[in-house]
């Protein structure tokens, strides 16, 4: 059975909603840029779409999405506006620890349809309490926050001494913890070159209880552990990092998307400064959006071969074997290059036009190399999957 066969059938209309929404993302890409945020009716309007909670389990009501459609909604998205996609891929990717928490602590968070979860990384400490834990700490980005509404935070676990609480094997404790949005302090910092509309600003508390149900289980990087989960089924094995290595890839390969219709329809009506034909004709400029269309077009058929791939075999119970995993980071790792390698193509095609905001081309520049400086497009990845194709055992933490 593949993959699409094995989605709830809740989970087909969510890439129609999408699309729908791609005129109105559009229409507000440049408030988004200059406001550093989403505006809340777009917010809303992802929400009534049911887009931040594609990865909720069945189970608390939500469309328990596969990967492959999960990906395709931000992809189209993102070809409207990256920082929209981004903030719809870091908030639905968030929510995938529905299928990893407590059922009561789950639905105090997802009962609520407009529930929309935000964390980044950073540590702080939480001190074991009754029932729970006093959270303290500061934590540097956190996408979406502005709009969040439940934001998530990493912490070690002490003692009520200060010492680090040891789990059985030795290793100390790490947690994640979930919190009302409301009760953090937000810190302005997003001042980048990229990304500006997602609003990825600092977030920090203190003395903050937060009860055991809102917590999870956690490695060293603060993610949740695989064995935590609560949910059986294909969704569930995968790794956090997987997850969001496919929106991620999914946000770079929509922005290229983009890049490439604005340049078709630029092509055709542009004509340099002291030539006769537009630039459509130019032979080099033909030659430069074939291989820019090759690269994006393969590097998306390898992301979803390796989706596929991995959803076929994963069990109820067990995690994704090693050799899926190793292939889809490095397809995510390699969509989000080729993307880049896009846009970069059309943007020197189009001249002195890409230059202008007021032009299609030099945000989606931006946004695109903001996304290749974040962990999933981390050059590290290519070398962990040809230590795997070498017989080296891989440094992978996914």
Not at 15 to 25: N, W, Y
Request: with cysteine; hydrophobic share 45%.
């Amino acid at each position: 059975m593949t993959i699409e066969q094995r989605q709830p059938a809740s989970s087909r209309p969510l890439l129609d909603a999408a699309r729908d929404l791609v005129p109105r993302i559009a229409a507000a890409s440049d408030e988004i840029e200059q406001t550093r945020r989403l505006p809340a009716a777009l917010v809303a309007a992802l929400v009534d779409a049911g887009l931040f909670r594609m990865l909720v389990p069945a189970s608390l009501g939500g469309p328990q999405a596969n990967l492959l459609t999960f990906g395709a909604a931000i992809e189209t998205v993102a070809a409207a506006d990256g920082s929209t996609a981004w903030c719809l891929g870091q908030g639905a990717g968030s929510g995938f620890i529905a299928g990893f928490m407590d059922r009561h602590g789950a639905r105090k968070i997802f009962d609520e349809p407009s529930a929309i979860l935000a964390w980044g990384p950073g540590q702080g400490a939480a001190v074991i309490a009754e029932d729970g834990y006093r959270l303290s700490g500061h934590w540097p980005f956190a996408s979406g926050c502005h709009h969040a509404t439940w934001l998530g935070a990493s912490a070690r676990i002490l003692r009520v001494d200060g010492h680090p609480h040891l789990r059985p094997d030795g290793r100390p404790e790490m947690r994640r913890l979930l919190f009302p949005a409301a009760q953090a302090q937000i810190v302005d910092v997003w001042q980048v070159s990229g990304l500006r509309g997602t609003g990825s600003d600092s977030y920090s508390v203190s003395d903050l209880y937060v009860p055991s149900e809102l917590t999870v289980d956690a490695g060293p990087s603060g993610l949740p552990l695989q064995e935590t989960r609560h949910e059986p089924g294909p969704l569930y094995a995968f790794p956090f990092t997987l997850v969001y290595g496919v929106a991620f890839a999914s946000v770079a390969l929509g922005i290229a998307r983009g890049a490439l219709d604005a340049f078709a329809a630029l092509a055709g009506a542009k004509t340099r400064r002291g030539a006769e034909a537009p630039v459509r004709e130019d032979p080099i400029v033909q030659s430069a959006v074939a291989h820019a269309e090759a690269g994006v077009r393969s590097a998306r058929a390898f992301l979803h071969e390796a989706v596929r791939d991995a959803w076929a075999d994963a069990g109820p119970v067990d995690a994704i074997p090693m050799r899926r995993r190793v292939v889809l980071r490095l397809a995510a790792t390699h969509a989000i290059h080729a993307a880049a390698a896009a846009v970069d193509a059309v943007y020197h095609a189009a001249g002195a036009t890409a230059i202008f905001t007021a032009n299609p081309f030099e945000r989606r520049f931006r946004d695109v190399h903001a996304v290749t400086q974040q962990g999933q497009g981390h050059q590290s990845h290519f070398r962990e999957a040809g230590q795997y194709f070498l017989g080296v055992e891989p440094e992978l933490g996914a």
